[in-house]
């Protein structure tokens, strides 16, 4: 606090010249009137009255003479501007073990904190594409009289109070605002030099500094420009931050990965990696666990690299279960590595747990029994021990129906329709686009219709269902699929001729395990113990003989082996010990006569085929056993073996510790890998989008497909769609990176880019050649989506979301949404290195200084010149109080009172 000099004066209204003249006026005044007047009365002449006349004379003479207090105070100083500009580019977020930006930001604190007695007002600015003025710089340690915030903490940014969270430092206003981050998409300094010059006032700053790594995109012309600062005298000082002596980066640019999956599917998560000046260097990619934001286990297998500068795309793939999935995709530290803050990027997503629907035909002869349970009756049959493994897991709903060898159709009798309240195969496409996966087990191909059959070959390629056909007496060539459109659709080649059953054998079956088994064989999680116990599967009795797994788009999961001598399988003779009664035996007591069942036009005895030896060579050996493969959108499955009693007993009852719990796993494995892609199976609106990333200035192609309550395609319905932001920091600006298609104008006018949230509908027509549905006739709804030439951060990803809605009228249908990734390379993340020769240049050119140190900068705060002004006097006049007029008008009063005492008043 600067305090006044004080001092005393008298200043008479009269110099001592007039005031002589008046006082010598004064007396001679006096001795006319005491001549004119006598000589006074001798009681007047009493010394008392004299005394109080002389005081009060002697009072107003001090006030004639006017006594006043001078003040004096220093002149006012003419505080000088410093502007700081500080590099915000998606360069400064580089830096190990502190951000570039962080080590900004300590100098400046550091800097403010030596200079406190500095007079200089310092006004902070970003720059990257566009420069800003920061409305509130203690977010950057800046006092607002332009000095500093008191912090020394040397820690990131992100755990100081200033880049985080309003403290007791800062003003409450800035709770509701976003401190500045380095995000923007390129260094632009040279236009941030040009536009500044627009921010001086009528005295220009003594100074600028300059806080960057010197990764700019306008290097061109810029200490030209710097020494037109130089004429107006206007220094530009410099900052360089970052390690110049590192060795490159490399960084995980962005992670693509559905936001939503079904437990126990295959996941695949696409990973983009950015390096520069490892080029040949080994590295590994992660796929970690994130519970409570610690990393707990390895998803996938590191996946070994070998970097190149620029962009690098891999893949890893992992299955989920039924927790939340919090992901991380990280790469270790490389020695010298510029960064390692880009070395992981987190994501989301989230388990869905839709029932996974199952329709299941068995065809076996083998008997039912009725169980009588509690108060109701029970039905066990072949068809039991699968269903009762499906089912231990809740989210999956198995329905059986049983099928007679050569009735043509399924069973269709009441006992059996009350098992699951199915009384037979569905009899509309929309009850069949109902499941997710359908299990074909012993049941012959003419127990389908021919519709039938074009429904499930419709539904598995166009709607992505499952396909499983398990072996036995009635299964592929032996039950005449081999002439129907299924055996198109299985990822085996059938043998010719409808004989390839070799009852009786016991078969042994070798998984295939190589590194990563196939999800069919994850019984446990430990991988030692699930190679033993998938090692160990059971011996079968019988097996069905193939010509082959097919070339394409197929996976032998599992070979065979002959186990012993062939071992005479028994048919029907099962003597349980309640009511019994085969499928045959309710047919014929229904039909009387046991059907006979043709076979590529041969007609066999259904008693005799089980142990009828086949025209072929019998030799199972070595052939495969268990075959994955994939049709259209849907998924197939074959094994050569059957799965359910007596057949495979074994299998069934004694896989696991004296138990069935592998058995039970093996079955679910089996239709959770089946039903990966069936849940569009049920949707009355499918809709996708062209690829699965995209760069700036690409066109997104979205296309959707509409089907009416009966599951059959229609154009009736209106597709609108919306843009959402994934989150709400990607929402900072008004308009979403994409623009409005041609013929659209949306809710906006005139704006080219679509507003977040507008509304806008597909065009409806042909099918322009995706392969939505694999169907040219399909009606299709599409738009054309261009996106902008660059994004608007410095981000290299961002993710938004297009809402579609189908409409019927005004009453919605259905939605659904795609999730969008926008990979970006901008000019930031291309050479991590940072530009120190640059800056020095500019500092060069302009007059100005290189700052490495906070003494540098605090000198620089100190040494810029002020000027104060003439000293500032004030004076007040000291008989101006009321206590001297109190007193002159007590003292007259007096002496009129003590004259009339004495009888002169």
């Known amino acids: 606090m600067i305090l006044a000099q004080s001092t005393n004066q008298f200043l008479p209204p009269l110099s001592p010249g007039e005031a002589a003249i008046v006082a010598a006026v004064a007396v001679a005044a006096v001795l006319a009137a005491a001549w004119l007047l006598g000589p006074p009365n001798p009681v007047a002449r009493h010394w008392g009255l004299w005394s109080l006349r002389a005081t009060i004379v002697g009072l107003v003479v001090l006030v004639l003479l006017n006594p006043v207090k001078v003040d004096e105070l220093p002149g006012p100083v003419k505080h000088p501007e410093i502007f700081y500009l500080l590099d915000a580019s998606a360069s400064m977020q580089m830096g190990n073990p502190r951000s570039r930006w962080d080590d900004s930001l300590a100098m400046i604190r550091a800097g403010g904190q030596l200079a406190e007695s500095s007079p200089a007002v310092v006004k902070p600015f970003i720059f990257g594409q566009r420069l800003a003025a920061i409305d509130q710089p203690a977010q950057v340690g800046v006092s607002p009289r332009g000095l500093t915030v008191p912090n020394t903490s040397n820690k990131p940014s992100e755990s100081q109070p200033s880049e985080s969270q309003p403290t007791e430092t800062q003003p409450s206003e800035t709770k509701s605002k976003r401190p500045p981050r380095p995000d923007q998409g390129d260094t632009r300094l040279h236009a941030a030099l040009r536009q500044i010059s627009s921010r001086f006032g009528r005295v220009p700053p003594q100074g600028i500094v300059v806080f960057s790594d010197g990764r700019v995109h306008d290097e061109t012309g810029i200490e030209q420009l710097a020494a037109e600062f130089a004429k107006l005298k206007v220094p530009i000082h410099v900052v360089p931050v970052g390690d110049t002596a590192k060795g490159g980066d490399v960084a ?25 000046g490892f080029d040949g260097k080994r590295a590994e990619v992660q796929l970690l666990e994130m519970v409570d934001g610690r990393e707990t286990r390895q998803l996938a297998p590191s996946l070994p690299i070998t970097l190149q500068s620029g962009y690098q795309s891999v893949s890893l793939s992992f299955r989920t279960d039924l927790a939340t999935r919090k992901l991380r995709v990280a790469i270790p530290t490389l020695a010298e590595e510029v960064s390692d803050r880009n070395n992981r990027l987190d994501t989301e997503m989230k388990i869905e747990r839709t029932k996974i629907r199952v329709l299941y035909v068995e065809g076996s002869p083998q008997p039912i029994q009725q169980v009588r349970v509690g108060d109701r009756y029970q039905f066990r049959g072949p068809f039991s021990d699968l269903k009762q493994a499906l089912t231990e897991d809740e989210d999956i709903e198995c329905v059986v129906l049983v099928a007679p060898g050569g009735v043509g159709q399924l069973m269709r009798i009441a006992e059996y329709a009350q098992i699951d309240g199915v009384r037979g195969f569905p009899t509309t496409v929309a009850e069949l686009a109902a499941f997710d996966a359908i299990i074909l087990s012993d049941v012959a191909a003419e127990t389908f219709t021919e519709k039938q059959l074009q429904w499930i070959e419709s539904w598995i390629g166009q709607r992505g269902g499952g396909l499983c056909m398990v072996g036995g007496e009635h299964s592929f060539s032996s039950g ?3 002439q129907t459109p299924l055996a198109s659709m299985l990822p085996v080649e059938m043998l010719a001729g409808g004989a390839d059953w070799v009852p009786g054998e016991s078969i042994r079956v070798a998984p295939e395990l190589p590194p990563t088994p196939h999800p069919l064989w994850n019984l446990v999680s430990d991988d030692k113990q699930n190679r033993q116990i998938a090692g160990g599967f059971p011996a079968v009795i019988g097996v069905n003989r193939w010509a082959g797994a097919r070339p394409n788009l197929t996976t032998v999961l599992a070979t065979t082996s002959v186990a012993g001598a062939p071992v005479a399988t028994q048919v029907g003779n099962a003597t349980p010990s309640g009511p019994t009664f085969s499928i045959q035996g309710l047919t014929s007591a229904l039909q009387g006569f046991v059907p006979a069942r043709r076979v590529n036009s041969r007609v066999v005895d259904a008693k005799s085929t089980a142990t009828e030896p086949a025209a072929a060579d019998r030799s199972a050996a070595n052939m495969p056993a268990i075959v994955a493969g994939r049709f259209g959108k ?66 997104i192609t979205v296309q959707a497909a509409t089907y009416d309550e009966s599951a059959a395609p229609t154009r009736n319905y209106r597709v609108s769609a919306m843009i959402e932001p994934h989150d709400a920091a990607g929402a900072d600006s008004d308009d979403s990176p994409l623009k409005w298609p041609a013929g659209h104008a949306g809710k906006s006018g005139a704006k080219q880019y679509i507003p977040w949230g507008d509304n806008f509908d597909l065009a409806l027509g042909g099918d322009t050649g995706s392969a939505l549905a694999g169907n040219k006739d399909l009606p299709q709804h599409s738009i054309e989506l261009p996106l902008a030439d660059a994004l608007s951060s410095g981000t290299s990803s961002q993710s938004l979301r297009i809402e579609l809605t189908a409409w019927e009228d005004q009453t919605q249908v259905d939605s659904t949404s795609l999730e969008i990734q926008i990979l970006h390379d901008p000019f930031e993340q291309q050479n991590p290195f940072p530009n120190h020769d640059l800056l020095k240049r500019v500092a060069a050119a302009s007059g100005g200084k290189l700052l490495q140190q906070p003494d540098d900068l605090a000198q620089v705060l100190k040494d810029v010149p002020h000027s104060v002004g003439p000293p500032v006097i004030k004076r007040s006049p000291r008989w101006s109080g009321w206590w001297l007029w109190g007193l002159i008008v007590g003292l007259l009063t007096m002496e009129w009172c003590w004259r009339r005492s004495m009888g002169l008043a």
């Open 480 to 482: 005449g699929w081999d």
């Open 252 to 276: 995980i640019a962005a992670v693509v990965a559905p936001p939503s999956a079904r437990k126990l599917t295959e996941v695949e998560v696409q990973v983009f990696v950015r390096s520069f």
């Open 634 to 699: 849907g998924r197939t499955l074959a094994l050569a073996f059957p799965i359910t009693s007596p057949s495979a007993d074994e299998l069934v009852q004694k896989w696991g510790l004296s138990d069935n719990r592998y058995y039970s796993k093996f079955a679910r494995n089996m239709v959770y890998w089946l039903t990966e892609t069936s849940a569009i199976g049920r949707r009355r609106l499918v809709a996708s989008a062209d690829k699965r990333f995209y760069r700036p200035g690409e066109t």
